[in-house]
C-alpha cells in the first residue's frame, strides 16, 4: 500500500515532520513520484555546491531536476554563480569563500535571494567594483538572520542598507572598512528594532562603541549577546560605551557571551542581569586582569545563570572563585581547567550542579568530589 | 452548555455505513471536530442529542478510533500548536502496541484522526508511518509499501548524483 496514493498531500506532509533531510532524500530514490513529490518538500534539505565538483557536472543535475531548493550552500565556487544556474527564489543562501569577479555577478545573486530569510556570509571579496552601474533596489524584508564575516565592505554597505526585520545579526570585519560602510553598519542596528540576537567581533567593536551616538539611539532589547574584541585599558570611551549599551540591555538578556577581557565594570555589570541564564567568559589571561585584587573582589550574586561557561587560561583560583561565587544555582558548566582546590569549592558552593565539562583535569587522588559529574574533553 | 461536568454522559455516533457506536462525552470530546459540533448544539444538552453521524469515518475505523479515544480520555492532549514542537522522546508502549495494525487500517486511522481533529492521535499514527521510512534502503520501502520500481537506469542515476549534493538542513 503506498502512502502516496492512498493520503491526501496535506498528511504525507504531516508524515514528512517527522522525517529528517537524509530520510527525504532516501525516498527521493523510490521510484518517480516519490521523487516528483519532494521536489515540494525540500524545506529539511540543503543544496550544497562545493568546488569539487565540475560546472558542467552541476549543470547537467539542474538541467534535469525538478526541485528548486529553497536552501542554497556555495563555497569556494564563483564559477557557479556567475554561471547564473539558480534561477528560482531561495529562502536561506549560506556562500562562503568566493571572490566575485565583479559586483554585478554578487547582485545577480541577490536578485534571486529577495525573499530570504537566512543570509550567511563568510570570506566574500568582490575584486573589481568600479564597473557596478546596475541600480540596487533590493529590500529584503524577509531578512531575518544574517551573518557576515570578514567580506567586501561594500557588500556590508549595499546589502545592509535595506533590511529592517532581523532578528538575528552576526557581524564580523575582516579589514578596514570606509566611514559610509561603518554608518550602514550603525544605521542598521538603530532600524532594527526586533533585533533579538546580536553578536559583533573586534574592530566592528570598535565601530559600534566608538562613540555614545549608538547607545542613545538602539531600540532593541536583546535576548542574546556576544562580543569579541581586544580591549585594553587605553580604550577608556569603548568600554564606557559599552558599559552603557550593557546597561540598557540586561533586563532582556537571556544569553551573553564575552572573548575577552573587557573590564572589570563589563564584568559587574554582566552580573547584574535578572534574566541571565547562560553565560560564557574568556580571556583572563591578561596584564590588567592579574593587577585586580581578585581576592577581594565581591560580584553580585546571579541566581539566574543555570549555565557558565568559564575558559580560564591563566587557572587563577581568585578568579574562579569570585565568578563561581556569583553564581551558586548553576546546573550545568564546563571550565578550562579545574583543580582540588576549585572542584572542592564548585561542590560547596554550587549544590544544584548536574553535569561539569572541563578541558584539564588536575586531581591529585582517584576520588575527589563531584566526580561523577566531571566529564574530561 | 458545561462540558466539565463530574458525570461522564454516554454519547453515541454513527459511521458512514450506518453502525452506531456508543461512547462516553469525555472521550469523543478529545476529537477537535465533535467538540465544536456539541459546543453549537446549545439548548437540550448532550443527554437529549441524538447520535452524531460521522460521514467521512467507516466502522471499522471508527472502532479503532473509539479503542483509543476511550483509553486516553482522561489524559490531557496536546494541541495541533503544541504537537508541532513535540519530539519523540517517549511513546507510550500501550499506544506503540495499539499501532501495530495493517497499513490500509493505519491509512484509514490517520485519515480519521485528521478529519476528527485528534491531533495527539494523528501524531502517534504519522510517526508510525515515518518510523516504517526511516533506516530503510529505497529497495525495502518499495517493498514494504509495494511500490512500483518506474525508474530507468538514467533516471534513477541522474537522482542519486542529484543527492550527492544535497544534504540535511
Known amino acids: 500500500m503506498n502512502f502516496l496514493e492512498h493520503l491526501p498531500f496535506e498528511i504525507v506532509e504531516i508524515i514528512f515532520q517527522h522525517l529528517n533531510g537524509r530520510d527525504v532524500l532516501n525516498l527521493s530514490e523510490v521510484n518517480n513520484s516519490f521523487n516528483n513529490f519532494i521536489a515540494k518538500c525540500l524545506n529539511k534539505i540543503v543544496f550544497n555546491v562545493k568546488k569539487k565538483a565540475s560546472l558542467e557536472s552541476i549543470q547537467n543535475v539542474l538541467k534535469t531536476s525538478t526541485r528548486h531548493y529553497r536552501h542554497v550552500k556555495i563555497s569556494q565556487y564563483s564559477n557557479f554563480i556567475s554561471s547564473k544556474l539558480i534561477t528560482w527564489p531561495i529562502i536561506s543562501l549560506t556562500i562562503s569563500d568566493i571572490d566575485f569577479s565583479n559586483f554585478d555577478d554578487f547582485l545577480t545573486l541577490m536578485m534571486h535571494s529577495k525573499f530570504v530569510q537566512e543570509m550567511r556570509m563568510s570570506r566574500i571579496f568582490i575584486l573589481s567594483v568600479e564597473k557596478t552601474h546596475k541600480e540596487y533596489q533590493i529590500s529584503f524584508e524577509y531578512l531575518k538572520i544574517l551573518n557576515f564575516h570578514c567580506c567586501h565592505s561594500i557588500i556590508y554597505e549595499k546589502i545592509l542598507r535595506n533590511c529592517s526585520n532581523l532578528k538575528k545579526f552576526s557581524i564580523k570585519a575582516g579589514s578596514e572598512m570606509p566611514i559610509s560602510a561603518e554608518n550602514t553598519i550603525k544605521n542598521l542596528l538603530i532600524k532594527n528594532s526586533n533585533l533579538k540576537f546580536l553578536e559583533i567581533h573586534f574592530n566592528i567593536f570598535g565601530i559600534i562603541f566608538g562613540s555614545d551616538f549608538l547607545t542613545n539611539s538602539l531600540k532593541f532589547k536583546l535576548k542574546r549577546f556576544e562580543a569579541s574584541s581586544n580591549l585594553n585599558q587605553s580604550f577608556e570611551m569603548l568600554r564606557s560605551n559599552f558599559c552603557n549599551f550593557l546597561l540598557t540591555q540586561i533586563d532582556t538578556l537571556e544569553e551573553i557571551s564575552i572573548h575577552n577581557w573587557m573590564g572589570l565594570d563589563v564584568m559587574k555589570i554582566i552580573f547584574l542581569s535578572p534574566h541571565l541564564q547562560k553565560l560564557t567568559l574568556k580571556g583572563f589571561h591578561n596584564y590588567e586582569c592579574e593587577n585586580i585584587d581578585w581576592e577581594n573582589l565581591e560580584l553580585q550574586r546571579n541566581n539566574s545563570i543555570e549555565v557558565l561557561n568559564f575558559h580560564d587560561i591563566s587557572e587563577n583560583f581568585q578568579i574562579f572563585r569570585t565568578v563561581v561565587n556569583a553564581c551558586s544555582y548553576l546546573k550545568k558548566c564546563s571550565f578550562y581547567s579545574l583543580n582540588n582546590e576549585m572542584i572542592n569549592y564548585l561542590a560547596s558552593n554550587c549544590s544544584k550542579l548536574i553535569s561539569i565539562h572541563v578541558e584539564k583535569l588536575f586531581v591529585n587522588s582517584s576520588d575527589y568530589e563531584l566526580k561523577n559529574l566531571i566529564i574530561v574533553s | ?169
Open chain 2, 1 to 169: 452548555m458545561d462540558i466539565d461536568r463530574p458525570s461522564d454522559p454516554q454519547v453515541s455516533v454513527v459511521s458512514s455505513d450506518g453502525t452506531m457506536f456508543h461512547t462516553t462525552l469525555k472521550s469523543i470530546l478529545l476529537s477537535g471536530t465533535i467538540k465544536d459540533m456539541i459546543e453549537h448544539i446549545g439548548e437540550g444538552g448532550v443527554e437529549n442529542m441524538g447520535a452524531i453521524p460521522l460521514q467521512n469515518v467507516d466502522s471499522k475505523t471508527l472502532e479503532i478510533v473509539i479503542k483509543w479515544i476511550e483509553h486516553h480520555k482522561d489524559n490531557i492532549q496536546p494541541t495541533s500548536e503544541e504537537i508541532k514542537d513535540k519530539t519523540a522522546d517517549f511513546i507510550d508502549p500501550w499506544d506503540e502496541n495499539f499501532l501495530e495494525m495493517d497499513l490500509d487500517k493505519l491509512y484509514n486511522l490517520i485519515t480519521a484522526a485528521n478529519y476528527l481533529n485528534i491531533p495527539q492521535l494523528l501524531w502517534l499514527s504519522t510517526r508510525k508511518i515515518a518510523m516504517l521510512i526511516k533506516n530503510r534502503t529505497p529497495q525495502e520501502i518499495r517493498s514494504l509499501f509495494n511500490i512500483e520500481d518506474d525508474w530507468t537506469p538514467q533516471e534513477i542515476e541522474a537522482v542519486q548524483k542529484e543527492n550527492q549534493w544535497c544534504e540535511e538542513k
